[in-house]
């Protein structure tokens, strides 16, 4: 265990600087702009410093647990009392994500320096705490706790695009929050029952549960308990036919609210399928494999050709994620270390490249206040820098080798090739097609005469610009060719998971009835958490 609470610390560290920003004057811009900034690099550095360290290369568990009775319950069946708990860690797999989501909120802040003029120290409070939620839902290894993150998340997000987004922000920060919430309600059913069968809300110990036989789940139980998740979490990738709420919320959002969204919030879904549904409901996984993956290969092609056709810029690269991500899922449900690992690396270029896209979109409409690919054209000759970095981060979300984006795709191909050469033949159309509207779109924008007399004079880059951009240049051509530094530390977290898919049918499981178990007289699985040790769940959790 170690000494200071690590974790809490990288979680609530951002909701010090919001309190913080409370006590400064609504006026006084450029102090709300360097403490929001200053926040954000040290929560940044806390992260590389304390998770890289607490979490050893090919290590399995979790790591730099905290462990605390939180909320009383009372008694559930036998027990004496049952606790809501404060629960923690870390593994190979929120590792990075957590990384990822510190690094693209300084980024965001930066981008937003001088772009957010209106509501500027409630927009960086927003940003913070959108930080908060994401951090807390990476290391929550606690249900409840899990579930309350996941809100919190919301309400940030929705601030962000309905206040400081663009002239339909409205419909479309109410559309993201009712397609969220719909899948959170099915979530939250899926987490009472497991509470109610087991007596906790503990993952770690359901997960035992389930592995030693302690709890049961009968096939029809299983199947909707899996659905629950599954379709919150999809809701948030989004899956295809669940992504149309994101076309809208990209298109409306500032651009630090587009570079959270694709770049940390939609992995939210991956990370949950990961973490919830392969673990607890291995054969409800398997069933739904074959229908899950034919959705994401029709994700993954659909994506592609409406961004083939968009006549508007950032809905264009909204429609690319909804294409790269079906390669996520893909890997995820392709039930191959290989692909899992490559699902796993894909979330994190994504973030990179995809997040670095909206960067230049949002410059580019900073400058001539459109996304529209007609009013743009020529713009190589006024601004030859932006249109290099452009190109690379287009590269790199094609999927070019030594950058970042053909890391993870040809992982994922390659781990569902030797699971189903179909589907892995199928997806790489997707590559094709990625490359199509990517290399058409920078030709239309940054190739051909200028046909608009405004874009002759535009400004190239600015200092604070090329800073952002050199950053993220340089990450995406490190995650391409140091690959290795991510994947060896996310390789036993990823192995483990399909390990946990691997328990044998039992025979008691056969026999079980189709009926949701009544489980009022049941002994909390683990015991009474205030009778026995807390040392006992630690040492479970090591062993895992």
């Not at 027990?79 to 980024?107: E, M, P, R, W």
């Not at 199947?223 to 295809?240: H, N, S």
């Not at 392969?278 to 494999?289: E, H, I, K, Q, V």
């Not at 909804?322 to 490559?342: D, E, K, R």
């Amino acid at each position: 265990m170690p000494t200071l609470p690590f974790l809490t610390i990288l979680i609530f560290l951002p909701a010090v600087g919001v309190l913080g920003l409370l006590c400064l004057r609504s006026d006084d811009h450029e102090w709300i702009r360097r403490i929001a900034f200053a926040v954000s690099l040290l929560e940044l550095i806390f992260s590389l410093l304390w998770l890289l360290r607490g979490v050893p290369l090919g290590s399995a568990g979790y790591q730099l647990v905290e462990f605390h009775n939180w909320i009383a319950l009372g008694a559930h069946g036998d027990a004496q009392q049952t606790y809501i708990n404060y629960h923690l860690g870390a593994d190979g797999i929120s590792l990075f994500l957590v990384i990822l989501t510190t690094f693209l909120t300084v980024i965001s802040i930066l981008c937003s320096w001088n772009s957010i003029q209106k509501r500027v120290k409630e927009f960086f409070i927003a940003i913070l705490l959108l930080e908060v939620g994401v951090v807390g839902v990476f290391l929550s290894l606690d249900l409840f706790l899990f579930f309350l993150f996941w809100e919190v998340m919301l309400i940030p997000m929705y601030l962000l695009i309905g206040i400081w987004g663009h002239d339909r922000r409205i419909y479309a920060a109410v559309k993201f929050i009712l397609y969220t919430m719909a899948g959170s309600i099915l979530m939250l059913v899926g987490i009472l029952w497991l509470y109610n069968a087991t007596g906790t809300f503990d993952l770690p110990a359901i997960q035992n549960a389930l592995e030693t036989g302690a709890l049961v789940l009968p096939r029809g139980t299983e199947t909707l308990l899996f659905l629950a998740f599954f379709v919150a979490f999809a809701i948030k990738v989004p899956l295809f036919p669940f992504h149309t709420w994101l076309p809208d919320a990209h298109v409306e959002a500032p651009t630090a609210g587009s570079v959270m969204l694709a770049g940390v919030l939609l992995k939210m879904g991956t990370y949950g399928m990961i973490r919830f549904c392969l673990p607890l409901f291995p054969d409800a996984s398997r069933r739904f494999a074959p229908a899950v993956a034919t959705l994401a290969i029709i994700g993954i092609i659909y994506g592609a050709l409406v961004a083939l056709v968009q006549p508007n810029l950032k809905k264009l690269v909204a429609y690319s994620s909804v294409s790269h991500l079906g390669f996520v899922v893909l890997g995820i449900f392709a039930f191959h270390p290989i692909s899992m690992q490559g699902a796993v690396f894909q979330m994190l270029a994504h973030g990179i490249s995809t997040g670095g896209l909206f960067l230049l979109v949002g410059m580019l409409y900073d400058r001539r206040h459109t996304f529209e690919i007609s009013q743009f054209g020529g713009l190589a000759t006024p601004m030859p820098r932006l249109a290099a970095f452009f190109l690379f981060v287009a590269l790199s979300s094609l999927g070019l080798p030594m950058l970042n984006g053909f890391v993870g795709e040809f992982l994922i191909l390659l781990g569902t090739y030797q699971v189903r050469w179909n589907w892995a033949a199928w997806a790489a159309t997707g590559v094709i097609l990625s490359a199509c509207y990517l290399l058409w779109s920078y030709q239309k924008v940054f190739y051909g005469d200028i046909t608009v007399e405004k874009n002759r004079t535009l400004p190239d880059v600015s200092a604070r610009e090329r800073v952002i951009l050199v950053t993220m240049a340089v990450i995406t051509l490190w995650m391409g060719i140091g690959s290795v530094f991510i994947t060896g530390r996310t390789a036993a977290a990823s192995d483990s998971v399909i390990k946990q898919m691997d328990r044998p049918p039992r025979a008691e499981e056969a026999k079980a009835p189709a009926s949701l178990p009544s489980d009022r007289g049941r002994q909390p699985i683990g015991g009474s958490l205030s009778a026995a040790p807390k040392t006992n769940s630690l040492e479970r959790l090591g062993t895992r």
